[in-house]
C-alpha cells in the first residue's frame, strides 16, 4: 500500500498534467521567461510551480527560469523543497524565505516586518 505523501504526489502529478494539457497553449509565452513567483509554497503558486517544472521538463524546449519568495507566514516549503536546486540552472525554483514589510498608501510611513 503506498504512502500518504506518495498518494499524494500521484494526484498533484496526475493533476499538473491535465493542467499542462488544459493550459498549454495559454502558458506556452512562458517558455524561456524568468518568472518571480509570489507566495511559491502556498496551495496555488505550488501547484504553478509543479506546473512550470513538468512543463520544463517535457514540453519547452527552452526552460523556465523560476524565482520564488514566500516569507513561509501561511505556506509549507515542504510542498516544493522537492524542487529547489534543481541541476538544470534554467529551469531551477529558488526559495527565498522572506520577512515583508507593510507600506501605507496613506502616509507612506511603514510597519515593523512581519
Known amino acids: 500500500m503506498p504512502s500518504a505523501t506518495a498518494a499524494a504526489n500521484q ?3 496526475a493533476d499538473v498534467q491535465a ?6 497553449q495559454v502558458l506556452a509565452p512562458l517558455a524561456g521567461a524568468t518568472l518571480l513567483v509570489t507566495g511559491g509554497s502556498g496551495f496555488l503558486c505550488s501547484y504553478l510551480l509543479e506546473t ?11 526552460p523556465c527560469r523560476v524565482i520564488s519568495l514566500d516569507n513561509l507566514r501561511t505556506g509549507a516549503a515542504s510542498r516544493v ?8 540552472s534554467a529551469s531551477s525554483i529558488t526559495m527565498f524565505p522572506s520577512r515583508s514589510t507593510w507600506v ?6 511603514s510597519t515593523a516586518p512581519v
Open 11 to 13: 494526484v498533484i502529478r
Open 19 to 24: 493542467i499542462s494539457e488544459e493550459l498549454g
Open 52 to 62: 512550470i517544472a513538468w512543463l520544463n521538463e517535457t514540453v519547452w524546449d527552452d
Open 81 to 88: 523543497a522537492h524542487l529547489a536546486g534543481r541541476p538544470d
Open 104 to 109: 501605507s498608501p496613506c502616509n507612506g510611513s
